[in-house]
């Protein structure tokens, strides 16, 4: 069987949420310092813990062995997206209404690229709404160049 990135990845995807009660964020597979590394990140709509990690790690490692899927040497790291994750998916941003979100516009028609922070109150693919200092704003799921969540601090506990 030949060997090819997009087989490996769809493959990968398929296993682990078919297998496992987590959603695939992301799959790669390429060349870090000279080794074939295999990264998967995979989420929640509770998280991922580490125990959630090493689980789906001993079991793609077990299922990698098996179909001997990969015909190289190669590393498997499997992580979460992370707190300050990129959104790819449609999920990540309905998960993250309500949430502070660093945006990056470009506007086609200007040929410019706009960096702000605002709170996401609405989304759908035709227009997500925002809440800036300056107020209200829409734009189109389009207009988006990447979307980022950003991590914010839990308001300190009075002192009585």
Known sequence: MTESVDHITTEVRRYVESTFSYEVYDVTFRPINRRMV????????????????????RGL?????????????FTLEVSSPGVERIFKRQVDYERHIGKLVKWTLYDEDKGQKEVFRARLTEFS????????????????????????????????????
């Open 125 to 160: 693919p035709e227009k997500i709404t925002v809440r800036s200092e300056k107020g209200l704003r829409e734009f189109t799921l389009k207009q988006v160049k990447e979307a980022q969540a950003v991590f914010e601090f839990p308001a300190k506990l009075q002192r009585g």
């Open 38 to 57: 295999l990264e998967v990140a995979i989420d929640s709509p509770d998280g991922v813990t580490v125990q959630d990690c090493e689980t789906v790690s």
């Open 61 to 73: 490692s077990d299922y990698l062995d098996e179909t001997d899927l990969i015909h190289r040497a």
